[in-house]
């Protein structure tokens, strides 16, 4: 019998450099292995993902770089937290207006215009998503800062606190020690 050159063999499945072959570890059927154990998205799947991600998101970097530009930034920054957390300490010329009073104040305060940032304390804290949350509601475009006001201070950035502007040292763990950017 003679076999064509577009005849395709068949892959051995007991051969672990299979990827069908459940010991193989890149096989996402493979339970032993938590990563792969739910398969990647396809592409356009996961780029529509991504894509839609970075429209409900900015980074802390972002935020400080389109803020420390010349001019409006396009954006006001929301400072979501109690005050005893907004005196302890801020990001300059962010807008304080607690979660529970954006029903009432929003309107009187931002412009529906405007894009609003929205943060809180930190990535443990998910105050900045119910304050993107409200405003959604009441019309505003928003966008939640990740890493919210802990991650401002330890990559560097002024603060201020009710004595006054602050700066602390970029923690190496979330800033690189000598650039000005990570080149995200």
Same mark, same amino acid.
């Given at each position: 019998?003679?076999?064509?050159?577009?005849?395709?063999?068949?892959?051995? &499945?007991? !051969?672990?450099? !299979?990827?069908? @072959?459940?010991?193989?570890?890149? @096989?996402?059927? !493979? &339970?032993? @292995?938590?990563? =792969?154990?739910?398969?990647?998205?396809?592409?356009?799947?996961?780029?529509? /993902?991504?894509?839609?991600?970075?429209?409900?998101?900015? %980074?802390?970097?972002?935020?400080?770089?389109?803020?420390?530009? %010349?001019?409006?930034?396009?954006?006001?920054?929301?400072?979501?937290?109690?005050?005893?957390?907004?005196?302890?300490?801020?990001?300059?010329?962010?807008? /304080?207006?607690?979660?529970?009073?954006?029903?009432?104040?929003?309107? #009187?305060? =931002?412009?529906? @215009?405007?894009?609003?940032?929205?943060?809180?304390? #930190?990535?443990?804290? !998910?105050?900045?998503?119910?304050?993107?949350?409200? =405003?959604?509601?009441?019309?505003?475009?928003?966008?939640?800062?990740? #890493?919210?006001?802990?991650?401002?201070?330890?990559?560097?950035?002024?603060?201020?606190?009710?004595? #006054?502007?602050?700066?602390?040292?970029? %923690?190496? =763990?979330?800033? &690189?020690? %000598?650039?000005?950017?990570?080149?995200?």
């Amino acid at each position: 019998m003679s076999v064509s050159s577009t005849t395709t063999m068949p892959v051995d &499945p007991a !051969n672990p450099a !299979n990827p069908a @072959n459940p010991a193989n570890p890149a @096989n996402p059927a !493979n &339970p032993a @292995n938590p990563v =792969l154990r739910v398969a990647p998205a396809p592409p356009a799947e996961a780029a529509a /993902h991504f894509r839609a991600s970075l429209a409900f998101h900015a %980074d802390v970097s972002d935020v400080a770089a389109a803020l420390a530009g %010349d001019g409006d930034p396009g954006f006001v920054v929301l400072d979501s937290r109690s005050t005893e957390s907004w005196d302890q300490g801020h990001i300059p010329g962010a807008i /304080h207006l607690p979660t529970a009073l954006i029903p009432a104040q929003a309107e #009187g305060i =931002l412009d529906r @215009n405007v894009p609003v940032v929205t943060y809180c304390w #930190g990535p443990g804290c !998910n105050g900045a998503t119910r304050a993107a949350l409200a =405003l959604a509601e009441l019309g505003y475009q928003v966008k939640e800062m990740l #890493g919210g006001f802990e991650y401002w201070a330890r990559e560097g950035f002024a603060f201020e606190t009710w004595e #006054g502007r602050e700066r602390r040292t970029a %923690d190496p =763990l979330t800033a &690189p020690a %000598d650039a000005e950017n990570c080149g995200c």
